[in-house]
Structure formats: structure tokens, C-alpha cells
């Protein structure tokens, strides 16, 4: 028997109630039983029944004025929120990802990738159903021109991000959340957090609530900051550059003298009675390679000096070292150290700017050069070892046997003008912290190596892109 619940039925079965009772009681009397006790059982039931139907009514009017409160705090919440909220009506996009899930369709990503068109059918298949204050005030529209329109123009410029959100939606996810780009109504781009909640019985969330918040201004000082950091950086490579001012001109010197030594040769093969053409192309050969090496030299100088906007290229971390090693050649030989690179077997990638890495590999190659010659050690010895910390981090260390680091400088190595030198500036390091922090990374330092000098250390992510075959790095640069 189907349960007595609605207010309709509770009458009907007053009224019905009343009525057997009434044609009982009628029987009765004729029957010769007692009629008033009967029609008294027939009342009383009946007005239970009605007390019953009347207190279902103020029940239901309680309800429903909870209801009409509740849907008016949430009204209230969603105009007034200092937040950019739009509500989607996605039940059209439900329809489609219930054809697909039935068609077998397990994972959108796949199916994107074979069906790129499917991307602007979801975009078409969202409409907006309404906008709060802060969102007509950031997108534009004005508040009642939201009903209904699609959202394809705002993806415009991060469709990459829509996708993800699509197939966050339908693993069933009810959240989703990224930093992104969007159009607003006049075409102008603004960047924000996009979040979006799905609302809704499960896997049948038809009404999707998208919050935006500007992010323009946070991102703005990041930029200035990294711009600052940039500028600070060139400064110390500039000044790096001077240390080395030496080192260069010898290494740029080599190649030049071996231009004019065979220069020389090849016209005395020349200025003989009969010429040597054999002769005479081997020097010319030679002065090539010898021209190329110095302007090597002179790129790898201009790309110290230059002032330029950080890169994030996909980079072979120890390539990186082995071009710093260049540099510092012949500073080191002339301070009479030893420099042994250990690459990483696993060649590690790394995403970042390659003159940046480069200054950090230098710097601490040159501290730790001129702290063995402060000590006026005799065995004075680099090593530079790069190893997997684990699967997304590599680790680069650079040893030194010189004195190592007093206990009491240790809290200070990073901080700004920190410097036990005579001529130095103590923002070598800090420098070098902002890069590596930069870069996603740490840095650190311990008072003593394995080698019984100082030890110092970074970190840094390690970039997706699948790791190269070993190319021939060399040990000891
Ligand atoms: P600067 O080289 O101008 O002093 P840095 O910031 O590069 O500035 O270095 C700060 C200080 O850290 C140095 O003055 C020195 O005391 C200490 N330091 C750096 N590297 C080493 C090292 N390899 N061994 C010992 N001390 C070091």
C-alpha cells in the first residue's frame, strides 16, 4: 500500500473516513446497536485526520518559508560576494557527456585529442544564467546580459585551461581550480584565479558556479620583482666579468695569436717561388677554426654582459656547467686549482635561463677559488657534482679543500653585503639565491666538505621533457 504523506492524501482519507464511518454508524443504528457511540468514534476520527492535515499545512508553510530564506541568503551572498561569480547552466554539456559515457568514452582527454571540434561544442554547450556585481563590473555586460550566452569568447585566449576543466568535470570532479587568462566583454584580457564548483546531484551537476579573482595586481609585482632581481643579477655578472677581466683577455689572446702565427706561415708558402697550395689551405684552415673559438669567446662575454628578459628554456643542466667551466678555465689554472666535474649519468633537464645558471656555477666556482688562495693552501681542488636528489629534483654541489666556513658566518653567507673580503661586495650569494629561488630551487651551505672545505649547495626542478642520451661532458673541464 503506498504510504500516506501529502496533505492530499490525509483529506481524502478524512473524507473517506467520514464517510464509511457515517454509513457504519447508519447500519448500526439499524441494527439496533448504539448509534451515538459510534457516530462519537466516526467524529473523533475524522477531526484527528484534520488536525493531522492542518499541522502538514503549517509544516509545509514552515518549509517553505525556510526555503524562501535560505534562497535569499544565497541571493544576497551572490550579488554581494567580493568575489567575480557567474552561474552556468550546463545541463545541455550533461546531455553530451552522458552520449559519450555511453558510447564508452572513459577519459576526455583521449577523445579531445581525436576530436579537437568537440572542445568548442562544450564551450557552446555552457550558457551563463546570470552574473553577481563584481563579475559585471570585471567582464562588463551589464546584469541582465548575461542569460543565456555562451561562453566560447572568454576561452579565447586559454582554451588549454577550458579543457582541463572539461575533463575535471567529467571524471565527475565537483571543484576546479587555475590560474588563467580570460576575455572579458570589450576584448580586453585579464588574468585570474578561475575556481569553479559544480552544483548538483552527483553525476548529474547541472548548474556550474564559476568565481574568478583578479590576480593582474599580484602578477604585476612578481614581474617587477623578477625584473629587479634581473637587473641586480646583470649588475653582478657585469662586476663578475671585471674579476675576470684577465682570464678573458687571455682566452680571447689564444686564438688571436694562433690567427697570426698562421696567417704568417701561410704567406711564407705563398711568397715561394712555387707556392704550396696544400700548405697554404691547412693555415687558412686553421685561422677558420681559430676565428670561430674566439668568436665563441666573445659570444659566451656578450651574453654575461648583455641585459636581457630571463629565459625558461628547456636546458641539459650539465652543458650549463660545462659552458661555466669555460670561463673560469684560466682563472683557475692561474690560481693553481684543479676543477673536476662529476655530471649526473641521468642528464637531468632543467627549464630556466641559461646565463643565469651559468652566473651561479661561476660565482661559486670563484668563492671557492679565492678562499683556497686566502688560505694560501697548496693542494687546492673544485669539485662540481651534479646528482638526481629524486625523480623531479636534481642537486648541484660545488666542494672546495679550502679553509671552510666559520660557525659564526654561517647564518649570514646569504644576506645582502654579507663579506669577509677585503674588496668584496657580499652579493655574490644573495644574488645567486635569488636565481635558484627563481628557478623553483634552494641553496645552502655547510661549513665542511668531504673534501675539508666549505661545501655549497642548490637544488632545482627538474624540466618534464624526456632526459637526453649522455653526451660526452668530459671530467676535470
Ligand atoms: P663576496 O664574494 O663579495 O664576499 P659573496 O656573497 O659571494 O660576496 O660571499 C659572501 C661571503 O661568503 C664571502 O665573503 C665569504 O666569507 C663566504 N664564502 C663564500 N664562499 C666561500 C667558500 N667557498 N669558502 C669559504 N667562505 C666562503
Given at each position: 500500500m503506498r504510504p500516506i504523506q501529502t496533505i492530499r492524501d490525509r483529506i481524502l482519507l478524512w473524507a473517506w473516513g467520514s464517510l464509511v464511518l457515517t454509513l457504519l454508524s447508519f447500519g448500526c443504528s439499524l441494527l439496533g446497536d448504539n448509534f451515538t457511540t459510534i457516530a462519537f468514534a466516526a467524529f473523533l476520527a475524522s477531526s484527528l485526520t484534520l488536525v493531522g492535515a492542518i499541522m502538514d499545512i503549517t509544516a509545509l508553510k514552515r518549509a517553505h518559508v525556510e526555503l524562501e530564506r535560505s534562497e535569499q541568503r544565497y541571493r544576497h551572498l551572490f550579488t554581494r560576494m567580493p568575489i567575480a561569480l557567474r552561474q552556468l547552466d550546463a545541463s545541455r554539456l550533461l546531455v553530451l557527456f552522458r552520449k559519450l559515457k555511453a558510447e564508452g568514452v572513459k577519459d576526455l582527454g583521449p577523445y579531445f585529442d581525436s576530436h579537437p571540434e568537440f572542445l568548442r561544442t562544450c564551450m557552446d554547450a555552457l550558457s551563463f544564467e546570470e552574473a553577481n556585481e563584481r563579475a559585471v563590473q570585471m567582464f562588463g555586460g551589464g546584469p541582465n546580459g548575461y542569460v543565456g550566452r555562451a561562453m566560447a569568447d572568454t576561452w579565447r585566449e586559454r582554451p588549454d585551461t577550458f579543457r582541463r576543466a572539461m575533463e575535471s568535470r567529467y571524471r565527475g570532479e565537483t571543484n576546479f581550480e587555475e590560474e588563467t587568462r580570460m576575455v572579458t566583454w570589450d576584448g580586453r584580457i585579464v588574468d585570474v584565479l578561475f575556481t569553479t564548483a559544480r552544483v548538483g546531484p552527483i553525476n548529474d551537476l547541472e548548474i556550474s558556479l564559476v568565481g574568478t579573482i583578479d590576480i593582474s595586481p599580484r602578477l604585476r609585482a612578481q614581474q617587477e620583482l623578477q625584473r629587479v632581481q634581473a637587473e641586480f643579477a646583470h649588475a653582478a655578472r657585469v662586476s663578475m666579468l671585471g674579476e675576470l677581466t684577465a682570464s678573458i683577455a687571455h682566452e680571447v689572446n689564444q686564438p688571436l695569436a694562433a690567427i697570426a702565427t698562421n696567417g704568417a706561415a701561410g704567406l711564407r708558402w705563398l711568397n715561394?717561388?712555387?707556392?704550396?697550395i696544400g700548405e697554404i689551405r691547412k693555415t687558412i684552415e686553421n685561422i677558420v677554426v681559430d676565428t670561430q673559438r674566439a668568436a665563441r669567446i666573445v659570444a659566451r662575454v656578450r651574453g654575461m654582459a648583455s641585459r636581457k628578459v630571463p629565459e625558461h628554456a628547456s636546458l641539459c643542466f650539465d652543458e650549463i656547467v660545462r659552458e661555466a667551466l669555460l670561463f673560469l678555465r684560466h682563472e683557475l689554472e692561474s690560481r693553481g686549482v684543479a676543477i673536476l666535474h662529476r655530471p649526473c649519468p641521468a642528464t637531468p633537464q632543467v627549464v630556466g635561463d641559461r646565463t643565469q645558471l651559468q652566473q651561479i656555477i661561476v660565482n661559486l666556482a670563484i668563492n671557492a677559488a679565492q678562499a683556497m688562495t686566502q688560505a694560501a693552501h697548496d693542494d687546492r681542488r673544485i669539485v662540481i657534482s651534479t646528482v638526481a636528489q629524486d625523480a623531479s629534483t636534481l642537486c648541484c654541489s660545488v666542494e672546495d679543500?679550502?679553509?671552510?666556513?666559520?660557525a659564526e658566518h654561517a647564518g649570514r653567507l646569504f644576506e645582502s653585503f654579507f663579506t669577509t673580503k677585503e674588496s668584496g661586495m657580499g652579493m655574490g650569494l644573495p644574488i645567486c639565491r635569488s636565481i635558484v629561488e627563481a628557478h623553483g630551487g634552494r641553496i645552502g651551505a655547510e661549513c665542511?666538505?668531504?673534501?675539508?672545505g666549505a661545501r655549497f649547495w642548490f637544488t632545482l626542478p627538474k624540466s618534464v621533457a624526456a632526459e637526453s642520451p649522455r653526451p660526452d661532458l668530459g671530467v676535470g673541464a
Open positions: 715561394r717561388p712555387v707556392p704550396d679543500n679550502g679553509p671552510g666556513i666559520a665542511s666538505a668531504a673534501h675539508g
